[in-house]
């Protein structure tokens, strides 16, 4: 065998482990949300591609607000979606588009774009 | 404390400065209010009563409040909510009502502030509901303006805040409506000598002031500022498919000078191409920044995320093909032989333009999924004509109040629900019952906003305003619905959690086997074969087959008047096999009505029809009432009766136009001594057949009888019919005894019978017939039996009126119809068919797609995929799932 496939052997090995490693074994940063004087947990979540921040903790039983900006015209992430609340809302394009919750239960509970594509997580502790 | 009628300022009575007219006395803060309102008396005292009804300020200076509030969750949120009030100076009481999410504050005006009571609910973690105002302000100059506009509304109850911002000539107002509406506010401001007009958020252009000195009022239509969005991405697309497609032209054209038959001096190795080549490596970069813009965007977002999406796996393609394209332009040598040195900026510019394309159509087919829940949107009523002190005022929805009286004309739509009080009419309620004959209304009769009037004039009393109209919540409940996941969704859910990194380590690993077996020239069949595999895979193909498909299933269960609470439930109710129906209400009417009359002895039908409904006239028993609608059916005269007599286990006496009449069962018949022959046998055949019948005598001689029944609604029969023939076996539920149960069991065609069930036990027969097996579905009325709706795999209610969120049911009907129940079965199987439809093409596409790209027939039949193919597929894959589900809006009920 030649040296350069031998070389694209290696590479190609360890470039599938990166992505691997790098898109599902990596740590995601969490964003821990702290509650303001109102007693709301309140947070912006930018929505560009994706969400940023796309894990966020929160404590339960305390109310949650996500400001959902939507930094983007591309259809994909116009909804986001609540599953396990049974939620959606429709984000306007540069507009500051508020969600409510009220998570009493501890858990992860996941949201969405229509498609699923885009993904974030709210851990509630 | 009393409010000077000019600026509105409380004045301490009584006050230096008054005036007396007509009886009453108006006081003033000053002299100079005084003078002004001596000049024009009726103009502000006109002016005085519009504004004074919102506030609720008593002589005492004791103010009510209610307020609305927002996500109340439990029982004890209201203790913490009341505490956290009551803690406030001057609060003489606080009370939060559960269910209607109110809170009703009482307090002293002085002591306390409607701001910090909402501050105090805020406090507690909740938030009050409110309106929020936008009115554009002309007349302003300096900032004292600002203030003074904004101190003057603040001061108001019922104003929670108030922004005026100069430059925008804008007051952005948050108030309570109920306490204060859009009209008062802009009287406030009007009365500082400001001009009030409507803005849409924009600063209009001034307009010439009419010679009244009035000001043209600037109304825009509202706009769905998403729809807006979205047809401007699909301008912005079609212009960047556009641009890539016509530079993909001659790019292509030189891509392959030697497959095309170009002249001798474009060949590879010429002078002249390499140049062309170069300028195509420049060109591309615009195709790729500007067309193909959002897959770089996209993917550093999501990566940034330590996530991947389409874009990753496009913006990696395309990336790859430009890269070594570039390399083989400016420096060939490095490749060790001169045949590896080719270009493919073919894909780049054909892989940009297809995918773009493929993204604007899904936009423009996705408009149509989600059309269903924009023309629910789309029914609600813009204003109302209410009836308030005696004046007809036109105001917007929002501020109708409970108990309000509105007033429709012919050809208007009713703005929210309520009974109807006066005057009657037949209205057209198809936009939200399904059902296509106008509904004849007399009052009484509940009316549903968003419905159209046709013909007569009348007035109703609002019952449900807001978000409780039957229309805001078959909104809500539509939206949930269209946001929950069906139990299918689940495994596409994993799937697409590790779909496109698997991709991209496939097309890497395809790159490593290609360079290391393929065939020569190995670099170039690799490199294709890696952008082949990332542009061919589709993971939006994926992620829409679900959501899609329940979007457009759900809307098209809500314009036929069918709720769908949730994936779920359309899922379970495509696998049902058996059906349980309530008897009454739901086969039946759900009330009695006259079914026969028999007479005997030379008496006629009328006479004894009329004789007996003019006795039943003074009875409140609902069999009587049968008999006397009846006779108003057949336009009988009802007399006077006198002397009349309930004889209590019995039946009824009075005497009519002189006549004696006797009207009950077998027992009063005996007990006055009346030869009934034949009647007897005959009063039995109509028992047999679920009839109630009631002997009637006429002066001490038998005249007849006379059946009332709960009569059969007239389509029962064939959607029974129908539910038999999807396969499903249908069972009947009912409290009354066996023998009137099979009556009308044998009528409708049901074989099965479950009677004498107390309504307590009925959830326990749907779990007698669960533990046989089965999947039941319970159809019934949404109050008496919620035990068994919720116990049934599939609790189908039957709705009454407005109220349409019942909630122990998975499906609500709107109109009372079986054949809802017939039609929301074959929408959940015509639903659940086109997911997996799109669900199989999804996996089914990637699944083939993938292996083809990366070459796995090659060695057989030596095929391999271009990666133009694979662009031009990936494009359409998407497409064509959000068409397929397009298909199901074209559902017609079979």
């Known amino acids: ?70 930094e983007e015209t591309a259809a994909c992430t116009e909804q986001v979606v609540f599953p396990d609340f049974q939620k959606q809302a429709t984000l306007t394009p540069y507009k500051t588009i508020p969600v409510e919750l009220k998570i009493d239960k501890p858990g992860e509970y996941g949201f969405q774009c229509g498609m699923g594509m885009v993904k974030g997580k709210l851990i509630v502790q | 404390m009393v409010l000077d009628p000019l600026c509105g300022m409380e004045v301490k009575s009584p006050s230096k400065y008054y005036i007396d007219l007509d009886g009453k006395r108006y006081e003033f803060c000053s002299e100079s209010c005084q003078n002004k309102f001596a000049l024009e008396p009726n103009k502000y005292i006109e002016k005085m009563k519009k504004i004074e009804p919102s506030y609720r300020t008593t002589n005492y200076g004791t103010e009510k409040l209610s307020l609305p509030i ?120 009007e009365k500082l000598d400001y001009q009030v007009f409507e803005t849409s958020g924009v600063k209009t252009e001034e307009k010439p002031i009419s010679p009244s000195g009035k000001e043209e009022k600037v109304k825009e239509e509202p706009v769905d500022e998403n729809q807006l969005a979205r047809e401007k991405e699909y301008k912005t697309l079609m212009r960047k498919f556009i641009f890539a497609a016509i530079l993909s032209l001659p790019v292509i054209l030189f891509s392959y000078p030697d497959l095309l ?88 510019f054909v892989v940009v333009a297809l995918v773009v394309l493929g993204m604007a159509l899904e936009i ?82 509940e009316v549903i906003g968003a419905t159209i009037n046709k013909t007569g004039s009348f007035k109703f009393k609002a019952t449900k305003v807001g978000k409780d109209t039957a229309l805001a919540q078959i909104i809500q409940m539509v939206e949930q619905a269209q946001s929950s ?63 899609i498909s329940l979007m457009v299933g759900v809307g098209k269960g809500a314009e036929n008047g069918i709720l769908i609470r949730s994936g779920e439930a359309l899922e379970t109710a495509q696998k049902l096999n058996t059906i349980i129906l309530d008897k009454t209400g739901t086969i039946t009417e759900g009330k009695p009505s006259l079914t026969d009359v028999l007479t ?52 009824v006496e009075a005497n009519v136009n002189g006549r004696k009449i006797f009207l009950g069962n077998l027992k009063m018949m005996k007990k006055f001594s009346i030869e009934l022959n034949t009647l007897e046998e005959q009063s039995r055949e ?130 009372g119809s079986l054949k809802g129940v017939v039609l929301a079965i074959q929408l959940s199987k015509a639903t659940m068919k086109n997911i997996k439809e799109n669900l199989f093409g999804a996996f089914f596409y990637n699944g083939l797609g993938i292996p083809i790209a990366a070459g796995l027939l090659y060695p057989f039949f030596g095929i391999l995929l271009s990666p133009l193919i694979a662009g031009a597929a990936m494009a359409f894959s998407s497409v064509t799932v959000v068409t397929n589900a397009n298909r199901l809006r074209r559902f017609k009920a079979k």
């Open chain 2, 261 to 348: 038959g170009l002249p001798a001096q474009f060949q590879k190795g010429t002078e002249l191409l390499t140049y062309i080549w170069l300028g195509m490596a420049l060109l591309s970069l615009p195709v790729m920044f500007w067309s193909g813009s959002q897959f770089y965007t996209g993917a550093w977002a999501a990566f940034k995320n330590r996530s991947a999406n389409m874009h990753t796996l496009i913006a990696t393609g395309i990336s790859a093909a430009w890269l070594y394209s570039t390399v083989a332009v400016l420096f060939p040598e490095i490749f060790p032989s001169e045949q590896l040195a080719d270009v493919f900026f073919d894909v780049v």
């Open chain 2, 70 to 189: 927002n996500g109340l969750h439990c029982t004890s949120c209201i203790n913490t909510i009341e505490k956290e009030i009551k803690k406030l100076p001057g609060i003489k009481l606080a009370h939060v009502n559960y269910a209607t999410e109110t809170a009703h504050v009482e307090f002293k005006s002085g002591e306390t502030t409607t701001e910090e009571i909402i501050r105090a609910i805020k406090n507690a973690g909740y938030q009050t509901g409110h309106s929020t105002l936008k009115i554009g302000i002309r007349g302003m100059h300096c900032g004292s303006c600002v203030t003074k506009i904004e101190k003057e509304l603040k001061q108001k109850s019922g104003v929670i805040s108030a922004s005026v911002d100069l430059g925008t000539e804008s007051a952005i107002i948050k108030y309570i409506p109920g306490l204060i509406d859009t009209k008062a506010i802009k009287n406030v401001i």
């Open chain 2, 485 to 547: 996941k069906a139990p299918i969704q689940k495994i596409v859910d994993t799937v697409s959690g590790y779909f496109v990194p698997s991709v991209i380590i496939t097309a890497i690993l395809s790159f490593v086997i290609w360079y290391v077996f393929g065939p020569a020239p190995q670099l170039i069949y690799a490199l294709i074969v890696f952008v082949t595999v990332l542009v061919i895979a589709c993971p939006c193909a994926l992620g829409l087959a679900t959501p």
């Open chain 1, 1 to 70: 065998m030649a040296l350069d496939q031998i070389l694209v052997i290696v590479g190609g090995l360890t470039l599938s482990t990166l992505v691997a490693w790098y898109f599902w074994f990596s740590e995601k940063k969490a964003v821990k949300v702290e509650a303001a004087d109102g007693g709301i947990q309140e947070a912006v979540i930018k929505v560009k591609g994706g969400y940023t921040p796309d894990v966020l903790i929160f404590e339960s039983g305390k109310p949650i607000k996500l400001n959902f900006i939507r």
């Open chain 2, 600 to 651: 005997t002895n030379g008496f006629s039908e009328n006479d004894v029809l009329s004789l007996s409904a003019s006795v039943e006239k003074s009875s409140e028993h609902p069999l009587a009432e049968a008999i006397v609608n009846g006779a108003k059916n057949k336009s009988l005269e009802l007399f006077d009766a006198q002397n009349f007599n309930a004889v209590p286990g019995h039946g």
């Open chain 2, 686 to 815: 109509l028992a047999d057949a679920g009839k109630t019948p009631m002997f009637v005598a006429i002066d001490g001689k038998a005249a007849g009888i006379i059946a009332v029944a709960d009569i059969i609604k007239p389509d029962s029969k064939e959607a029974i019919i129908q539910l038999k023939k999807l396969g499903l076996e249908v069972v009947m539920i009912t409290g009354d005894n066996s023998r009137t149960a099979n009556a009308i069991a044998k009528q409708v065609g049901i074989d099965r019978v479950l009677s004498e069930v107390l309504p307590e036990d009925k959830a326990f027969n749907v779990q007698k017939l669960q533990n046989e097996g089965k999947k039941v579905a319970m159809v019934g009325d949404g109050i008496n039996d919620a035990p068994a709706l919720a116990q049934a795999d599939i609790g189908l209610a039957i709705g009454t009126g407005t109220d349409v969120a019942i909630e122990a049911s998975d499906i609500t009907l709107i109109k």
């Open chain 2, 364 to 445: 423009r087919a996705k408009g149509k999924s989600s059309e269903a829940i924009k023309k629910l949107i789309g029914l609600q009523a813009k204003t109302a004509r209410v009836q308030r002190d005696g004046k007809e005022l036109d105001i917007p929805i929002e501020e109708v109040v409970l108990d309000d009286i509105i007033i429709v004309r012919p050809g208007e739509k009713i703005p929210v629900d309520g009974i109807l009080v006066n005057g009657s009419s037949s209205i057209d309620e198809s936009m939200i019952t399904g059902e296509s004959i106008p509904v004849e209304k007399h009052e009484g009769d």
